[in-house]
């Protein structure tokens, strides 16, 4: 089992900055992907930010220019800078991690538990 904690989030004015941090841990072999997915009271789950095992990287259009996704490969973390928050911005924020694990032929595709960022005057 893979588990992934997530820090960072809470309440936060309009221009404001907040860093969320989504750590690993388990048996993990390497980690192939990781990034963060938003949802907001009656919408869908939607992509934020990923980050590949390579230097790719994408952004919702939303985001760009305000938001960064970064990794620390030795802490088997992914980090969400966040800038210039809008209301818009305001959801329950979900880290996600794909790799392969100690003793097993299968991907993991694993989720944190989600974390509330409020950005409001």
């Known amino acids: 089992q893979v588990q992934l904690v997530e820090s960072g989030g809470g309440l936060v004015q309009p221009g404001g900055s907040l860093r969320l941090s989504c750590a690993a841990s388990g048996s993990i072999l390497k980690i192939n992907g990781m990034g963060w997915y938003r949802q907001a009271p009656g919408k869908e789950r939607d992509l934020v930010a990923a980050l590949s095992s390579g230097v790719t990287t994408n952004y919702a259009d939303s985001v760009k220019g305000r938001f960064t996704i970064s990794r620390d490969n030795a802490k088997n973390t992914v980090y969400l800078q966040m800038n210039s928050l809008k209301p818009e911005d305001t959801a329950v924020y979900y880290c996600?991690?794909?790799?392969?694990?100690?003793?097993?032929?299968?991907?993991?595709?694993?989720w944190g538990q989600g974390i509330q960022v409020t950005v409001s005057s």
């Open positions: 996600n991690v794909r790799g392969r694990s100690w003793f097993s032929t299968a991907d993991f595709d694993s």
